[in-house]
Nanobody, 121 residues
C-alpha cells in the first residue's frame, strides 16, 4: 500500500486545517485507517482512527472534540479535520493503514509520507 498525506501548512492558534491521505495499492475499503503525529523531539503518537466502514472512530484524548476523522471509500481517501488548533498540535502528521482487513480496533502496519502542520501562537 502507498499512502500520501497532504494539506498541512501554517495556521494561527484557533484556526482549522483539513488533512487528506490518498491510498493506493490494495482494497482501501477493507482496511481501518488512522492518523498519527510526531512533534519535534518527541515520539510518534496516535491521533485518530476510523474503521473500514467508517462506522466507528476513536481519538486520542489530546485531540478529542477538536479533530474529526472521516473517509471516502469511493475516493480511497481518509481525512482529518482539525479545528481549534493549538501550538502543541504542531507536528508532522502521518496517515496509516491497518495491517489486516476487516480488523477493529486497528493494528497499524503501514505509514505514508507525512505532512507538516505548524500552529503559531
Amino acid at each position: 500500500v502507498q499512502l500520501q498525506a497532504f494539506g498541512g501548512g501554517l495556521v494561527q492558534a484557533g484556526g482549522s486545517l483539513r488533512l487528506s491521505c490518498a491510498a493506493s495499492g490494495r482494497t482501501f475499503s477493507s482496511y481501518a485507517m488512522g492518523w498519527f503525529r510526531q512533534a519535534p523531539g518527541k515520539e510518534r503518537e496516535f491521533a485518530a482512527a476510523i474503521s473500514w466502514s467508517g462506522d466507528s472512530t476513536y481519538y486520542a484524548d489530546s485531540v478529542k472534540g477538536r479533530f474529526t476523522i472521516s473517509r471516502d471509500n469511493a475516493k480511497n481517501t481518509v481525512y482529518l479535520q482539525m479545528n481549534s488548533l493549538k501550538p502543541e498540535d504542531t507536528a508532522v502528521y502521518y496517515c496509516a493503514a491497518d495491517s489486516a482487513r476487516f480488523n477493529w480496533p486497528a493494528d497499524f502496519g503501514s505509514w505514508g509520507q507525512g505532512t507538516l502542520v505548524t500552529v503559531s501562537s
